[in-house]
């Protein structure tokens, strides 16, 4: 694969995945009391619990989503440089 090819990749999944990252953090502050209600009924799990379970998943995916996308992406960026 070409490094050109790579580095469109790496932005695409970039941009992508922060789009994906946004939208779960715009849907749990304006519907996260209908959600938790429904996976209250399937788990039983506290509104706490809830809570701590989404904000560490979010983190994890912001996470995931500099090392893996976001940094290889400036590192290809900045070898490409002329």
Same mark, same amino acid.
């Given at each position: 694969?070409?490094?050109?090819?790579?580095?469109?990749?790496?932005?695409?999944?970039?941009? #992508? @995945?922060?789009?994906? #990252?946004?939208?779960?953090?715009?849907? +749990? $502050? $304006?519907?996260?009391?209908?959600?938790?209600?429904?996976?209250?009924?399937?788990? @039983?799990?506290?509104?706490? $619990?809830?809570? #701590?379970?989404? &904000?560490?998943?979010?983190?994890?995916?912001? #996470?995931?989503?500099? +090392?893996?996308?976001?940094?290889? &992406?400036?590192?290809?960026?900045?070898?490409?440089?002329?």
């Amino acid at each position: 694969m070409e490094m050109e090819t790579l580095r469109a990749f790496l932005g695409w999944c970039t941009i #992508l @995945n922060g789009a994906l #990252l946004i939208i779960v953090f715009l849907i +749990m $502050a $304006a519907a996260g009391d209908g959600i938790y209600r429904i996976h209250g009924r399937w788990f @039983n799990i506290t509104r706490e $619990a809830f809570t #701590l379970t989404v &904000y560490c998943f979010i983190g994890a995916m912001k #996470l995931v989503v500099l +090392m893996f996308n976001l940094v290889p &992406y400036l590192a290809l960026v900045i070898l490409n440089r002329p």
